[in-house]
């Protein structure tokens, strides 16, 4: 007792002598000043760390204390203001009897310590000192939401021989704001009490953690799983049994949805007499010609070159798809016409088009096509998730092919949208938000001040989920009764892209928004028994999906002048021209420098949020960013994946088979035997194997250690020695570790 007494005086000494509140326990106290809130923590075996400077300051009253919780309000009852401390967590819960907006944290630069351990996309370290990160923050982050512009609602700080860790218990409504603070960074944060929902309280949780970057991670999937918000991988495949087939594949996407490839005309002459005839169908597609291949298709005599063949093709399918779209974007879009009319296209070019076309259309197209799925068994591909980049189109125009991929064992589902509703007229190749009047009109999200949000690239309106759903599940059925689609995804719904919305009829929080996205994709998946993908795989939208694409390379550079407008920049990413293999995902292009420190030095890169979902969500890459677009950070890249355990993702056409299938096939002979061991279980370790931070292990529930080495220098662990830019796992029962080295990928720091 006398022990616990001294250790209690010493952690109260250093407290500043006006906090009017010390809570405590053996682990450690916190000191709270009732008027602003400012906090002081002093764990029993560190030193004390201010917290919050506290905010301005505001009346108290009914103050009620205790040894280790106390409650009060703030302004005549406008607030009421309560914390507990329990073990290792302090809880902060704040209740508002009107809407407004308060300010709750005045986080300093001094309680960083050493770095702050930041959920940005998979996670990162930020050392305190680091120039680099510090202007990207202020410059790129200096104000964001904790749903979606974070993927796990907290962070983390780094005091050495202790951590502690924010989180942000109810995400939503929260908005938090970096400055300049002495050199470092000052953190505010504010929570809005809507007029929707002020009575829901703003809570957020302090965790005490051991000298460990993953502490903030682990503690919230204990809360997940406390709260019964967590859904384990197994949960979700016992649910969508289909969902088995993720484990091991690699995801790509495919691309090349057009009905019909150069090398399906058997006859070059015969095929331009029948388009320069007088058939209803070749004037319809004549018509819709732009001006090159009018000149191509008017000058060219006998066989065209291969390039006119190629202007050719492309015109001759984007004609044929704006025949099929309106038929259907209409005012109120009849999903039989939609599912019938690509069908009824097609049987219309065989019979107009014979002889000069291979005679069975089943075995027509380019990248999306029978002999596709076949190279990709041939190639030794067990298991693949394979979407369609461009929709499901390319399924109405070629269900045998998406029929050959699921016969072959794979996963094949179209790129899906339900986020964004187009008007008529707009845009009409993106074909997934034509959703009709309707959705356009009443199914928008209203504002406070009564205006509809634009959508995507201020494109149309963002929807409500409960609204479309109704239009979803009617569409979504309509396409499997045509093509034998077996997996899903809808772009958009994990982003943790949440909105209030004000319509009279209906008006939905946030937090019912996020909900409403959750039950989209969980009856996707669990009602239809489809393996449901999304974007991102953001915390708050996590439940329901069981992949997401963005979390190991998210967005980067998003408005960058160099890398998505100027296009004699060495990092222009590309154009989204030709539609069979858009440069904008084919194109390999390095990354600026200083994207490749913030999102790739593996130096500061750590599972944050595998920590949490790993066993639980599959991720991998954003789409604009697969395994071989950033030619600069390859080995980092992929070592990254490797070491987390996370699938590689590829874009694949009908001419970069050949190139990419050997790369393809070298990675999954190392990656999928681990992932389909791993990818049902936590991640329940991460440690820094040298001071320099190159050499990395991960460690799994069943004891698999994986190793990697990002540096040059071979590393000694235990009796193997890991070459640079190499991994190693080491699995519990095999006699010797498995290796892969990424030999012919050297890092360009070496």
Known sequence: ?????????????????????????????????????????????????????????????????????????????SYTISARLDGADLSLSISANAEGSLEVLRQPSTAWGRGMVFPLAEGAYIPADDDVWRNFLLERMAEFNTTQDISLPLWGLDHENFSLSWLFTNPFNNNVRLTRDDGGIAIAFTHDFTSLDFKTPMTMLLHLGDADPLAGSKRYREWLISEGRFETLKSKIAATPEAEKLLGATHTYLWGSGLISA???????????????????????????????????????GKPYRYQQRVLVRAFNAALDALARESWQVANPDMNVLTQRYGILRKEVASTFTDALRPDPSQWGDGISVATIKKLRQAGLERLWIGLGQGWEGGLWHPEAIKAGVDAGYLLGPYDSYETALQKGDNPSWATAHLGDTAYRDCAIRQKDGSLKAGFQQSGHYTQPDCVRPLMQKRIQALLSAVPFNSWFLDAYATGMVFDSYPPAKKITQQQYAAGNEENMRWVGEKLGLPIGSEDGNATTARGVLFAHGMQTPVIGWGDRDMQHDKTSPYFLGRWYPEERPETFFKEVPVKQVYESIHFDPRTRLPLYQAVFHGSVVTTHHWLFDNLKLKNVRSENELTQLLYNVPPLYHLSADTLTERLPIITRHDSFFRPLHQRLATQMMIDFKWLTPDRLVQQTTFEDGTKLVANFGQEPYRYGNMVVKGHSIIANVPGQTQPTSYNISDRKSPRD
């Open 263 to 301: 090398d399906d005309v058997q006859d070059w002459n015969r095929f331009l007499a029948v388009l320069r005839g007088e058939s209803k169908l070749s004037s319809d597609i004549r018509h819709r010609f732009e001006s090159e291949a009018l000149s191509v298709l008017k000058e060219t005599k």
């Open 1 to 77: 007792m006398r022990q616990i007494t001294l250790i209690m005086f010493s952690l109260l000494v250093s407290f500043p002598a006006n906090a009017a509140i010390v809570l405590k326990n053996e682990q450690w106290a916190v000191a709270l000043e009732p008027g602003t809130l400012a906090i002081d923590a002093k764990p029993a075996k560190g030193g004390s760390v201010n917290l919050s400077s506290g905010v301005s300051s505001h009346l108290v009253g009914n103050l009620q204390t205790g040894s280790d919780n106390a409650e009060w309000n703030w302004d005549n009852g």
